[in-house]
């Protein structure tokens, strides 16, 4: 794969977990059913360009940075919606009119399923549905001062966001397309939260930022959250089946050696880790498959 290296990413600040504090997402992988409609989808319903397709895998991204690899897997089942998996993948924009450039295309397509925009705190979000199901968010931070140093214990407002006004205020005729794009958090459903703490928080080393009781949201340095944890439809769920969504969720660490550590921890905690020599995978309790890798040289 090949492209640009990668230029704008979402703020965080110094935390004292135990995950190294510049962790960030990478692509997610989404096992799909029909290939060539979902790559357009993500073509031209969010304005990614495809920078590598090649047999039964494509991956999409923007200024040559990746966000979604899509498998081509048709012979598996849809996705249990009541089931530990994928909630939505979260794609972070650098500024409201690369934002609302993403949400004007995606109104205009005949394939997108809206399901709302909030307003939360420390960011705008818009929420969609692809065509196989899987949940999208496409969001725009605040400015990191004015969220990131809140009092203990705050919690953020959630304030309804008319998609309208949003656009007329900040679509731009001569910014048609999104700029940069990042996958900025992951949110998955999974079967309870004091598990997921159990394995995000005490075994990877995450921080909490919120907890909801009914959902968790984690990070590294101090970002509002790299992966969210849910069980608003999925309380009480076991293991994942084989289905079509959620393939796997990708990290990046500085160094190879904070992967090593993270690869120590979880080995320690009795969880089962393949290492390839440059990544390592391993699985969270519902058997969601993060892969975590470092950075490369120079990104």
């Keep these: 794969m090949t492209g640009t290296l990668l ?15 510049e962790t960030r997402m990478d692509t997610v992988e989404l096992l799909v059913g029909d290939l060539d409609a979902q790559t357009a989808f993500y073509r031209d319903a969010i304005g990614l360009d495809v920078i590598n397709q090649s047999g039964a895998s494509a991956t999409l991204g923007r200024s040559g940075t990746p966000v979604v690899t899509l498998t081509h897997t048709p012979d598996l089942p849809p996705f249990d919606r009541s089931g530990a ?31 709302g925009a909030t307003d ?32 203990a214990g705050w919690m953020p407002r959630n304030t309804a966001i008319d ?12 910014r048609p397309e ?50 969210g944890l849910n069980t608003w439809h999925s309380a ?23 992967v090593l550590s993270l690869a120590d921890r979880a080995r320690h905690a009795g969880v089962g880790v393949e290492d390839d020599g440059h990544a390592v995978r391993l699985r969270d309790p519902w058997g969601t498959v993060l892969t975590v890798a470092p950075e490369a040289p120079g990104a």
């Excluded at 998609?163 to 731009?172: E, G, I």
């Excluded at 997921?196 to 921080?207: E, M, N, Q, S, W």
């Design 7 to 21: 230029t704008w990413r979402p703020q965080a600040l110094q935390t004292p977990g135990a995950a190294a504090n």
């Design 85 to 115: 998996g994928l909630y939505h993948t979260a794609i972070a924009f650098p500024d409201r009119v690369s934002l609302s450039a993403a949400v004007m295309k995606m109104a205009q397509h005949p394939s997108h399923i809206y399901q």
């Design 120 to 151: 939360h705190t420390f960011s705008n979000a818009f929420y969609f549905q692809d065509p196989e199901g899987n949940g999208i968010e496409l969001y725009w931070d605040r400015p990191a001062e004015q969220w990131q140093n809140m009092p």
């Design 163 to 174: 998609p309208n006004a949003f656009l007329r205020t900040h679509f731009d005729t001569e």
């Design 178 to 227: 999104p700029e940069d794009a990042t996958v900025g958090h992951v949110h998955l459903q999974v079967g309870d939260i004091p598990t997921a703490r159990r394995f995000y928080v005490d075994t990877l080393g995450l921080d909490i930022t919120f907890d909801l009781g009914s959902a968790l949201f984690v990070s590294a340095g101090g970002y509002h959250h790299h992966i």
């Design 236 to 258: 009480g769920a076991g293991p994942r089946a084989a289905s079509l969504g959620l393939g796997d969720v990708r990290l990046r660490m500085p160094v190879r050696d904070d």
